[in-house]
């Protein structure tokens, strides 16, 4: 279906979703939000798609942030049904059964960059701009950013770059661990993706389940998320794709995956 402020396009099995407010940077408002959740819904529930691919539209920015003009006059129940709607979006994004990556086209500053951080991989152009300015304006990051952020990079990382609000560029981005990969502007979506077809072209069981493993796993100590490890390698060992990918290795020919 037709949004305002988003573009699918598929090709494959890769889904790709582009922020599509280019005059605002691709900066984030209600109406933004609500299509972005719409659109990653649609995704989700369509089976020929494997990976998705989420960017911006224009060359200048993934997303600059949220839309300062809707926060400015909010009071604390505005302001906190905000970071709870954009928190909420982002959340389904990162809970995706399916991969997602972002692929950083320009600026992801604040509302961008957790957008950035709430995908699995984040892959940047080398003229990216990545940070969480928001103390400049008297604001903290409302969107998951002062809890994915530490997670990723290190607590110390994360509370210079959120206490300055510096900017960064796409390689020191990529030696803090912000972004997993860094290429040039003109190869970014080729990179995306190539990444996204070698997805798809493994079993998708166990790319969910491994997800789901990762995600949940990092969440508890590291007896319990290693309990937790053979248990869902176990779930394998009851799908077809399993016997399949064995089966063919054992050949010596490439597996039929067929996500059973």
């Known amino acids: 279906m037709p949004y305002e402020y988003v573009i699918i396009e598929r090709d494959g099995e890769v889904g790709i979703l582009t922020i599509n407010r280019p005059k605002a940077l691709n900066a984030l408002n209600r109406e933004v939000l609500v299509d972005l959740r719409k659109a990653i819904e649609e995704l989700r529930d369509d089976d020929t798609v494997k990976v998705i691919i989420i960017t911006g539209a224009g060359e200048k920015s993934f997303v600059a942030g949220a839309d300062i003009g809707t926060m400015q006059p909010f009071g604390v129940q505005e302001a906190r049904d905000w970071a709870r709607l954009g928190q ?26 957790e957008l950035a951080l709430a995908c699995d991989i984040r892959i940047a152009s080398d003229q990216a701009k990545l940070g969480q300015p928001e103390v400049g304006l008297g604001i903290l990051p409302g969107y998951g950013g002062t809890q994915r952020l530490p997670r990723l990079v290190g607590k110390g990382t994360a509370k210079r770059l959120i206490f300055t609000g510096e900017m960064i560029g796409a390689e020191e981005a990529r030696e803090i661990g912000l972004v997993d990969m860094v290429v040039g502007a003109d190869e970014l979506m080729e990179a995306a993706l190539k990444m996204a077809r070698t997805i798809a072209s493994k079993g998708q069981v166990a790319v969910r389940l491994a997800k789901i493993a990762i995600n949940r796993g990092c969440d508890m100590d590291l007896a319990s998320g290693i309990a937790y490890e053979a248990e869902v390698f176990a779930e394998c060992f009851a799908t077809e794709d399993q016997k399949e990918g064995m089966k063919a290795f054992l050949e010596k020919r490439k597996p039929r995956f067929t996500g059973k």
Request: glycine letters at 16%; aromatic letters at 4%.
């Open 88 to 113: 909420s979006v982002l959340t389904e994004i990162e809970n995706l059964e399916k991969p997602v990556i972002a692929a950083v086209n320009g600026f992801a500053l604040g509302g961008g960059c």
